[in-house]
């Protein structure tokens, strides 16, 4: 049930990317800098994160880890669960403004401390969708170009 005091009224919102599909499950980013992770067979909502910056990029799956980079130069790592927890801010009903607001930053942390890896600051505004060839993490910045190698 939504509230008045719930951000959006919405699921989904605008997207630049295409959708990352493994396991069944769908991870997808929208304009407003949200990812999402819904069953890829029914659209059920597990959870989202908001990245509080504008995200022009896919998510990208490497290794058990989905990828996501913003127009602020942030570099989310989360991980992957193929059988993710349903962790959804908006299926509450709260009674007032404060309330909801202290169980949306509850439900904000319990996405962040499950799924969230790590993220890496950069120096410029990510717009193209980070990507590994031979063992190499690529991601471009709108200055830099990086290539993370992993070391044995």
């Known amino acids: 049930m939504l509230t008045r005091w719930a951000p959006r009224d ?16 769908v991870y997808i980013t929208e304009l407003h800098g949200f990812l999402h992770c819904l069953d890829a067979k029914t659209g059920k909502h597990y959870w989202q994160f908001d990245t509080k910056e504008a995200v022009w990029t896919a998510a990208y799956y490497v290794d058990g880890k989905i990828l996501v980079a913003t127009e602020g130069g942030i570099l989310f790592v989360f991980r992957h669960d193929p059988r993710p927890e349903v962790i959804d801010e908006m299926d509450f009903a709260a009674i007032d403004q404060k309330e909801a607001r202290l169980k949306q930053r509850s439900i904000r942390k319990r996405v962040e401390d499950r799924y969230l890896l790590f993220k890496i600051e950069f120096d410029a505004a990510i ?12 991601v471009a910045t709108e200055n830099m170009l990086y290539a993370f190698k992993q070391t044995e």
């Open 10 to 25: 919405f699921k989904f919102g605008r997207t630049l990317s295409t959708a990352c599909i493994i396991d069944d499950l």
């Open 127 to 138: 717009r193209g969708t980070p990507s590994v060839a031979n063992g190499t993490l690529f």
